[in-house]
């Protein structure tokens, strides 16, 4: 048994008593490779991961392998998901060395930490162009003893690559409706018209992509989008919830894994879609996407487990696929592998609910435990707003609880087992200041308006760039890496950019506060120049774009989430207005007002200048510009 056995991670655990003498990610490694003069081998992967469990197999359990690594290398061993900065920047080296990148990643550093070689996944024999890892592994530690200075200079180099790719200025260019209009062209050019979302296989949920397409009312695009994701395969018609992407461009057969993130992100995207449309089934998909979190994701007493595994028992799609005879409606099956198939089509609630009944007596895949904060964050977000449109109170008993645990204390990356790991990172900040925003139109409770806009505050104080603008990854007082990252790409999950860019502005339009707004604009000038090029990459930016561009609308409610004319200016979907429920005098958009004659009243607002006050709800629905209807 190594050195990681003393870890947290799922990840990490399961490589604990491989004959490899792996490190954790720390200054005991990078001492010893200075003692040892050895390069690092570092090895990035997470616990759902398909191929890092092959590599694994292949490489860190095979005797001769291990040996190899021990002999030559200090290795270490990171769950990507545990330390985002980490694999990050490192991340960016093996893509400006490779031009891909992947996990698992196999990153060769210098003991100082600065990567000279890397790659993704290497074969236990050589195939498709790569080298064996054995071959791999005396090839590069012959190279660190032989040719130092060649290695010390590509070492130079990459660095100096991944540290100018974090050194943009930003853009004086205006902030218009033109760029939101270029992007939606650029996406529209690259739209499949027949299954929906963007480019070809393999294909991946495009969330924010969408929630951006909603905003701009680009309901052709999206209606295909949902639809075609909806239709089963990588959607998982019996147990509720989307496996992370397909392999084919009709959403089809999906890599079996599942996210938390992807589920926490798309739910609303389908009760967004629903309140547009109408359509019942987007609601269906969102009910049973939130049920599925809640159902298998949920740890009591802790949050929502990260992720599930693609296999069962080393077999892909084992738990989620059937075979003839097993019960599934013969005429919805879709061949797969080993004579299994996919469910695809419409299922009766009778029929779903028996087929779940027999899927939950076969083997299950694993589930990594370990809750992560920013993916949680998203997580209080959906149940919030899915609790209040589907009108579910068991679902914000959830978000509530939820919302306790995460503001229990300083925010940290993760927690399993009442241990937790490093200091939060700008996402864990940006997602849970989201998610509590949320919880409080959902419940009214001015707490986590106030935890809100507490936690955002501190996201600036902690991550922000003074100088070019927008914020970094890692807290100005965290551990010093090669370099300081910002995080900018909103794929798969919204960067921490993007993210708190959004909050900052609708806490901004609540308070008043153009501090908190030119912070905002901060990240959006960094990003200009590329919303054009890559809007598919940059989705919740472009929605955050699109809220500030809007004409501004603050509802101010003195009111309970559950009277009458609380319900009627909440009803449907207005993604450019805010809210806030009082009384509450500390707060600027509630400061002054009151019930009028001890009646639940609405105010609203554009920059604080008001209407009249509405005690009627039927005034409201007279009056459209006055719901939350678009």
């Not at 299954?195 to 949920?205: I, L, N, S, T, V």
């Not at 299994?340 to 009944?357: N, P, Y």
């Not at 087992?417 to 997602?431: I, R």
């Not at 639940?600 to 006055?626: G, K, M, Q």
């Amino acid at each position: 048994m190594n050195r990681l056995a003393q870890e947290t991670s799922p990840y990490l655990l399961q490589h604990a008593d491989n004959p490899v003498d792996w490190f954790p990610w720390g200054p005991e490694a990078r001492a010893r490779a200075r003692e040892e003069d050895k390069p690092i081998l570092l090895s990035v992967g997470y616990s759902a991961c398909h191929w890092c469990h092959v590599m694994e197999h292949e490489s860190f359990e095979h005797a001769e392998t291990a040996r190899l690594m021990n002999e030559r290398f200090v290795n270490v061993k990171v769950d990507r998901e545990e330390r985002p900065d980490v694999d990050a920047v490192y991340m960016d080296a093996v893509v400006a060395l490779s031009g891909h990148g992947g996990w698992p990643m196999t990153v060769f550093l210098t003991p100082e930490g600065e990567p000279f070689f890397g790659g993704t996944y290497y074969p236990p024999e050589p195939r498709h162009g790569l080298p064996s890892f054995r071959q791999l592994l005396v090839a590069v530690s012959d190279a660190y003893r032989g040719r130092r200075d060649d290695v010390r200079r590509q070492a130079q180099a990459l660095v100096e690559a991944v540290r100018e790719q974090n050194e943009q200025r930003p853009s004086s260019e205006p902030l218009t409706d033109a760029v939101l209009e270029a992007a939606v062209r650029g996406l529209q050019s690259q739209f499949d018209p027949e299954w929906g979302g963007f480019g070809r296989a393999p294909k991946f949920p495009p969330a924010s992509a969408l929630e951006f397409l909603l905003r701009r009312s680009e309901l052709d695009l999206v209606t295909k989008t949902l639809d075609g994701m909806a239709l089963g395969g990588m959607y998982d018609l019996v147990g509720g919830g989307f496996h992370r992407y397909s392999v084919d461009e009709r959403w089809l057969v999906p890599h079996f894994e599942k996210m938390l993130y992807d589920n926490a992100l798309l739910a609303p995207v389908y009760l967004h879609g629903w309140a547009r449309t109408g359509d019942e089934g987007y609601r269906a998909v969102a009910a049973r996407t939130v049920e599925y979190m809640v159902r298998e994701l949920w740890i009591e007493g802790e949050g929502f487990a990260s992720s599930q595994d693609a296999d069962t028992d080393g077999v892909e799609g084992t738990t989620y696929t059937w075979a003839s005879g097993e019960g599934a409606p013969e005429a919805l099956l879709e061949p797969f592998e080993h004579g299994r198939s996919i469910l695809r089509g419409e299922l009766d609630e009778e029929t779903r609910a028996r087929l779940l009944a027999i899927r939950e007596q076969r083997p299950q895949p694993a589930r990594d435990d370990k809750v992560i904060t920013s993916w949680n964050g998203l997580a209080l977000a959906a149940l919030a707003e899915a609790g209040r449109m589907l009108e579910r109170p068991d679902l914000l008993a959830v978000a509530t609880q939820l919302a306790e645990l995460l503001t229990d204390g300083e925010l940290v990356r993760s927690r399993r087992a009442g241990k937790t790991s490093v200091p939060g990172f700008l996402d864990d900040y940006a997602n849970v200041a989201h998610g509590l925003y949320e919880l409080h139109v959902a419940t009214g409770d001015r707490r986590w308006l106030h935890e809100s806009r507490r936690i955002a505050l501190l996201a600036i104080e902690r991550f922000a760039d003074d100088e070019r603008g927008g914020f970094f990854m890692s807290a100005s007082d965290a551990e010093t890496l090669v370099t300081r990252r910002k995080d900018l790409d909103d794929h798969p999950t919204p960067s921490g950019n993007s993210m708190l860019a959004f909050v900052l502005l609708r806490l901004a339009r609540v308070w008043g506060d153009e501090e908190l707004q030119r912070a905002a604009i901060g990240v959006f000038r960094l990003l200009l120049p590329m919303l054009a090029r890559a809007p598919s990459a940059f989705g919740w930016t472009l929605a955050a774009l699109d809220f500030h561009l809007s004409p501004p609308r603050e509802l101010a409610l003195l009111a309970e989430p559950g009277d009458e004319i609380a319900r009627v200016a909440l009803a449907g979907w207005d993604p450019h207005a805010v809210v806030a429920f009082g009384p509450d005098e500390e707060v600027p958009l509630l400061a002054g007002k009151a019930r009028v004659d001890g009646r639940p009243t609405l105010y609203e607002c554009e920059r604080f200048a008001c209407r009249a006050p509405v005690t009627d709800a039927d005034a409201i629905l007279t009056n459209p510009s006055s719901t939350m209807r678009a």
